[in-house]
């Protein structure tokens, strides 16, 4: 399998992770930043949260490892919590803005 391909393996799965308190899972709602596969499968994910204090940010964060880990050609997954760039509501996908009632 390509790096590409576990890549788009990567944003599908990741199209299953949802905040509990947000209806849109959280590729859509431009959480995650940075998706890095090294050749040997590592994956290091850069991903943000909608608020810093978010009281699910650990359940978030092991389902995004968790999910992650259980592809194909991944043989493990880092998630790193940045909040630079700040996150806002710009940065969801049309159909996540549509779903909020933002469009």
Do not use: H
């Not at 959280?26 to 290091?44: A, M, N, W």
């Not at 991944?74 to 806002?88: G, I, K, Q, R, Y």
């Amino acid at each position: 399998m390509t790096k590409f391909e576990i890549e788009e393996k990567i944003v599908s799965m990741l199209k299953t992770v949802f905040d509990p308190e947000i209806p849109v899972n959280v590729y859509d709602l431009g959480l995650i930043y940075k998706i890095d596969v090294s050749e040997q499968g590592e994956t290091s994910i850069d991903m943000t949260l909608t608020a810093p204090n978010c009281p699910a940010a650990d359940f978030i964060m092991e389902d995004v490892r968790q999910k992650v880990e259980s592809i194909d050609g991944v043989t493990s997954a880092t998630v790193n919590l940045v909040f630079e760039p700040e996150w806002d509501k710009e940065m969801m996908s049309e159909e996540a803005k549509l779903e909020l009632g933002f469009l």
